[in-house]
């Protein structure tokens, strides 16, 4: 059982955004004969026609080579199920740059390297069944242009083209301010972009024409107790208040979303809304990336922000920032910089991702650390019974991920976890049940006859629950009691106790052996404490110094403020990409006014 859990139930952490997915009955191609760099690969091929396929973010991307005896004539995508808005440009640019300079060490596209990688991977197996010398293709050098520098003014410079970033940079514009956004990757959207496009909010219209009725307090004060008040309540009353306003205005830009609201987090209430397409993170992000492209704004792709101005009073002043594909430089002067940069340290370019942190460390920032809860190699969510050690059930096993598996890994501080099954649960409860390393299985697709049970030292089974508690270590008799009681829930249809939903509630009767109880792994789960933690923000979205007062001209949004957001659990999925909308909205009406007054 568990070389079997620690393959499945690995959890699947956060995107690193370098995916994307195209009708695949489409090829995409770019044929340049005759058309070559300076330096020019000399190698002999058997002419014709070659295909290969590579791993990309999703799954494999096709490539057809056409080689004549003497060069790579063209490059051909074919079938892949990559992220639309996300991986076009690598499709369109790698191919083109392999023909043109007879090379195999072309650059990757920034934020789409996993589909970069897998073209040339796949270009480079086509070159091999060519009899071609990959060698020589690696060892043609692409000279990078020469850098330039150049200077740009403006009032406002956003840092991060995600949801966060567009969503500041487009209230600024709307307020009358002259904004420049500068995103690393070749596309905007961010996270959001590829995510589940969730969004947690209350009183929309889109909420309210769906069913929910409350006060908007009741959001506010899921969000305190979730974040054991930890967090910056004043931040959390303001973005609660806005999300109707938010919600409204991405309808008014053509967001649409499902039909329905989900439950999210550790709340009974459902106010959740997602976007609706395959991956709602489109359906929510498109419009808003339009209506940043279509607002005039200067927009800087492929653009590194490398270093903060800051003068002698310690006032920000701008940015510098180069160009990944010109190499040119530029210093952006402005009243006001926004930093939007995320906080994936697990992203494929973590040094990227958390420049903003180290930026706020570099301008005097203040920082807070905390805790946080993730599930890693938990099962959660399964529905079964759980019980500890000595007997006791300890949680709603169908709760919110977050809290079941806080549950977990407070209980197995001191105790063993076990979830206990009989076999006509297995027989008849063919619900599919999501697991911690994504996919869904029933419970027979955990514990049944396709996986060797014998071999498996973490699952006791027995033809009496008494065997199996025994064999397992367990307190037999507090675990019968806690049978008793969980039988006596299931008959009357309501889980007094822990609230798990009807549904969920499969009783264990005596003959419905044999009977299986194993143990649920929780492996290392609280991260460290975070030895720098996230910079600080007050509820106008200023970046704090140690003493609380504002760093001139310094503003932030997003997941960079995360001990603003979250403390040990996450509020649930929609979270994120509701306050990144919301501090992008307050820093529109709150930077105009530090702007005009200085």
């Not at 219209?205 to 006060?215: M, T």
């Not at 009807?502 to 044999?514: K, Q, S, T």
């Not at 933690?533 to 110094?545: A, D, M, S």
Request: glycine share 10%; hydrophobic share 40%; aromatic share 8%.
């Amino acid at each position: 059982m568990r070389k079997f859990l620690a393959f499945f139930m690995t959890v699947c952490m956060l995107f690193t955004l370098v995916a994307c997915n195209n009708n695949p009955s489409v090829e995409d191609e770019t044929t340049l004969p005759g058309q070559t760099g300076d330096a020019i690969s000399s190698t002999d091929y058997k002419a014709g026609d070659y295909s290969a396929a590579s791993r990309g973010m999703n799954a494999d991307v096709q490539v057809n080579v056409t080689f004549s005896e003497n060069e790579i004539v063209s490059v051909k995508v074919g079938e892949h199920h990559e992220s639309v808005g996300v991986c076009e440009p690598a499709i369109e640019r790698i191919p083109a740059a392999i023909v043109e300079h007879q090379s195999l060490s072309v650059d990757t596209i920034s934020g789409a390297t996993m589909t970069s990688y897998a073209i040339i991977r796949a270009v480079t197996d086509c070159v091999e069944q060519a009899g071609g010398d990959v060698d020589a293709l690696r060892a043609v050098a692409i000279e990078k242009p020469v850098s330039t520098a150049k200077e740009l003014t403006t009032q406002a410079v956003v840092v991060g083209g995600g949801v966060a970033g567009l969503s500041t940079a487009l209230a600024l514009d709307e307020n009358g301010i002259d904004v420049i956004l500068v995103e690393n990757n070749v596309w905007l959207g961010g996270e959001a972009l590829v995510s589940g496009g969730k969004l947690q909010g209350t009183g929309s219209q889109a909420q309210i024409a769906r069913g929910l009725d409350e006060d908007p307090n009741e959001l506010y004060e899921y969000y305190l107790h979730i974040t054991e008040r930890m967090c910056n309540m004043e931040l959390q009353k303001e973005v609660v208040n806005r999300s109707a306003d938010i919600i409204n205005w991405l309808e008014s830009i053509g967001v649409e979303f499902e039909d329905i609201l989900r439950v999210e987090g550790d709340t009974m209430v459902a106010r959740g809304l997602r976007g609706n397409s395959f991956t709602g993170g489109n359906a929510v992000m498109f419009p808003i990336i339009t209506k940043a492209q279509e607002s005039g704004m200067q927009i800087l792709t492929e653009t590194r922000a490398t270093d903060v101005i800051q003068d002698e009073s310690g006032t920000v002043t701008g940015i510098i920032a180069t160009n990944l594909v010109t190499n040119e430089t530029f210093t952006i002067n402005a009243d006001v910089v926004v930093l939007a940069t995320g906080n994936n340290s697990n992203a494929t370019t973590p040094e990227i991702v958390n420049w903003g942190r180290e930026m706020a460390q570099k301008l005097g920032a203040g920082f807070k650390k905390f805790e946080t809860v993730e599930p890693y190699g938990a099962i959660y969510g399964m529905g079964g019974l759980y019980l500890d050690t000595y007997g006791d059930r300890f949680t709603n096993e169908m709760g919110f991920y977050g809290r079941v598996y806080d549950d977990l890994y407070q209980k197995t501080k001191d105790t063993k976890c076990f979830m206990v099954l009989s076999q006509k649960n297995l027989d008849e409860n063919t619900k599919l049940y999501d697991v911690a390393g994504g996919g869904k299985f029933t419970w027979a697709g955990i514990v049944g006859d396709e996986f060797t049970l014998d071999e498996n030292d973490d699952l006791f089974i027995a033809d009496t629950l008494e065997d199996a508690f025994a064999l397992a270590g367990m307190d037999v008799d507090r675990a019968m009691a806690s049978i008793e009681r969980y039988n006596e829930l299931c008959a009357q249809g309501e889980d007094t106790d822990f609230h798990k939903p009807e549904e969920d509630l499969f009783a264990i009767n005596e003959g419905d052996g044999p009977y299986y109880v194993y143990e649920v792994l929780v492996r290392e789960s609280y991260s460290e404490a975070d030895p720098i933690g996230n910079p600080v923000c007050n509820v106008e979205c200023q970046i704090l110094k140690p003493d609380g007062s504002p760093i001139p001209g310094l503003y932030g949004a997003g997941e960079l403020f995360n001990t603003s957001i979250r403390y040990r659990l996450y509020p649930g999925s929609g979270t994120y990409i509701l306050f990144g909308l919301a501090m992008g909205d307050i820093i529109g009406d709150t930077a105009v006014e530090y702007i005009n007054n200085n």
